[in-house]
């Protein structure tokens, strides 16, 4: 599964939230009393993918808004609904010229790369007196209007948009894993089914004890929580957890020190609470919820572990097995009637063979007949030819 998320979360969101509790300036820290003070592993991982089909231009125009200083600003006292309902896009008007041109060029960039897309299929469909204006339209992440000037209303359009689209995805998700899960469970009782009694026993036992296993794990953190910031305080950081101060661990862990916990920053303190949960070494732990619950942490929604949740009902499983008795019961009619078609072929085909091979023996006995009459098998020509 690829990890896709919504980058506005986590430069805009995320960062916003654990900037507000953090209060970060530059402050000078003991780092003689640290154990690690190397990047974290995670600054290794590659940006995420959002999916979105204006990505780069999301992550660009991001990347050069948190270049000028009053943004930053306005970024830090802002929540998220501010962020959301597009009252911190107005701030765009303060911002430098410099930062301003930059955005400029890149609204520029991304017109021209939709115009290109746009003309490339319409050349496809042979279609090219459509109005490339027209079709701007359907691009809602930017304001088509003004193709030269990024504006506040671009800025709140691609908030919008990216808040959208993203939210849709996340459903999407939510909606594919709930389908895993109640496949796994199906396909448990239709297993145990197929077994006797004391066999159902142990499997069932069997089940339980993985289960409890797997739910026996250290207590989990909300990533960003006070909580989990002094575990890693203590347990990472190798300080005294007396001292804990959440100033000195955002500059300890701002390892870019571009006043951020980004994306990658963020991932150690996933992965730090992931890792309590599951082991890919494990039976019990299934890598798939694990990848569920990295991308809910990521969401910033994950206030308990997926084993503390009901994922499905009773109810939506026994309507999720209806739906799939009956996708089995209508392939297993088309499978029944393909199966119907191949021998109804096979005996088509025997029945032409049979023809054929009684065609072949009435020739033979027909040259037979005549040879046995004194006469020579006619030539090319029809004619009889004198028996020597």
């Not at 049979?354 to 009459?373: F, N, P, T, V």
């Amino acid at each position: 599964m690829r990890w896709r998320t919504s980058l506005l979360q986590y430069y805009f969101l995320s960062a916003t939230c654990l900037l507000i509790t953090f209060e970060a300036v530059p402050i000078d820290i003991d780092k003689t009393k640290v154990q690690n003070t190397q990047p974290v592993e995670s600054a290794k991982i590659e940006p995420p993918d959002t999916g979105l089909y204006y990505d780069e231009y999301l992550k660009q125009v991001i990347d050069v808004l948190e270049t000028d200083k009053h943004f930053r600003e306005k970024l830090q006292k802002a929540d998220i609904e501010e962020i959301k309902s597009g009252r911190l896009s107005k701030e765009l008007d303060l911002v430098s010229h410099h930062v301003r041109t930059k955005l400029d060029e890149l609204k520029r960039q991304e017109v021209g790369r939709l115009r290109m897309l746009i003309k490339a299929k319409l050349d496809s469909l042979q279609n090219i007196g459509m109005d490339h204006q027209a079709l701007l339209k359907q691009f809602d992440h930017l304001n088509h209007l003004n193709p030269d000037k990024f504006e506040s209303t671009d800025l709140d359009m691609l908030i919008k948009a990216a808040t959208s689209d993203l939210e849709h995805y996340d459903k999407t998700r939510h909606e594919e894993f709930k389908k895993y899960e109640m496949m796994k469970e199906h396909e448990r009782r239709e297993y145990l089914k197929t077994l006797n009694e004391e066999k159902r026993k142990e499997e069932e036992s069997k089940f339980e004890e993985m289960k409890k296993k797997h739910e026996n794990h250290p207590k989990v953190n909300h990533p960003g929580s006070k909580d989990q910031l002094k575990e890693v305080w203590e347990e990472t950081d190798g300080l005294d957890p007396n001292d804990f101060d959440p100033k000195t661990f955002f500059k300890l862990h701002d390892v870019n020190n571009d006043g951020f916990l980004d994306e990658q920053e963020l991932e150690a303190l996933f992965t730090k609470e992931l890792e309590k949960v599951y082991d890919a070494q494990n039976e019990e732990d299934d890598m798939v919820e694990m990848e569920e619950e990295r991308l809910r942490m990521r969401e910033h929604v994950m206030s308990e572990t997926l084993d503390q949740q009901q994922l499905f009902t009773e109810e939506e499983l026994k309507e999720y097995e209806k739906i799939i008795a009956l996708q089995e019961d209508a392939l297993k009619k088309r499978a029944d009637e393909l199966q119907k078609q191949k021998e109804e072929l096979r005996y088509q085909h025997d029945q032409l063979e049979a023809r054929k091979q009684e065609y072949h023996q009435a020739i033979q006995q027909m040259e037979q007949k005549k040879l046995q009459q004194g006469t020579a098998p006619s030539g090319t020509t029809g004619e009889l030819k004198p028996h020597i």
